[in-house]
């Protein structure tokens, strides 16, 4: 089945700075990457998505980039703010169930 | 309503005992899915109903595990003879039919003492 790794675990920025976070797969067959938000108490939140068809989608301050040959797909934030402040998971999905990667703990300090 | 909606949002429960979690989906959504996330771990899968049936249950840890949706909308997540090692955060996700965009619920958090 498919595995994801995210990288890093935890992630410390200044507000104003840019935050990557990385994740590689390893079933080929997937072909749809999102990326989940969530804060303490809550449930995970979508707030991008991409398909393998397509190498970069950007919304606003979030871009996502996928490198199919190498099989590993970023999340780029800019601009960052506190509120960004949440665990961000990546997913990977062949068929139709998703596998997530452990996930990244995001602090944005004022 | 305009999300998921998942209940309880707490549940703790004895050893032993059966416990039922309850997921009502975004509206129209045929896809619904189960997912289990322990702390400080991503969710991991584990039931997946298209309509009435379910697709994949692969991700069910064992027989104590059982889900059903016998309408195509409202879902139960029902566990036999709870175990310790049962208590994590249950996540119910729905999917509009033919896209594989998961909204999640708030979740139940399962406590077994």
């Known amino acids: 089945g498919e595995n994801v790794e995210q990288h890093p675990s935890t992630l410390s920025v200044q507000e104003g700075d840019s935050a990557v976070i990385k994740c590689t797969y390893s079933d080929s067959a997937s072909n749809y990457f999102p990326w989940y938000k969530q804060e303490l108490g809550k449930g995970p939140q979508l707030i991008i998505d991409i398909r393998s068809n397509v190498g970069e989608k950007k919304d606003q301050r979030i871009a996502v980039t996928l490198n199919k040959t190498a099989k590993h797909f970023s999340l780029h934030i800019t601009e960052t703010q506190p509120e960004d402040s949440a665990v961000y998971f990546c997913?990977?999905?062949?068929?139709?169930?998703?596998?997530f990667g452990k996930g990244t703990m995001l602090l944005v300090s004022p | 309503g305009a999300g998921v909606s998942q209940t309880p949002s707490n549940k703790v429960t004895e050893k032993g005992k059966y416990v039922e979690l309850r997921c009502d989906p975004i509206s129209g959504h045929t896809a619904l899915y189960w997912y289990r996330q322990s702390l400080g771990q991503g969710p991991e899968f584990l039931i997946y109903?298209?309509?009435?049936?379910?697709?994949?249950d692969s991700g069910l840890p064992n027989d104590r595990f059982f889900a059903v949706r016998p309408e195509g909308s409202v879902s139960t997540l029902k566990i036999q003879r709870t175990e310790r090692g049962d208590s994590a955060v249950y996540l119910c996700?729905?999917?509009?039919?033919?896209?594989?965009?998961?909204?999640f619920g708030q979740g139940t958090r399962l406590t077994v003492v």
């Open positions: 996700a729905s999917s509009p039919s033919g896209q594989r965009e998961a909204f």
């Open positions: 109903f298209q309509g009435t049936g379910a697709a994949d």
């Open positions: 997913a990977g999905a062949g068929y139709s169930t998703l596998t």
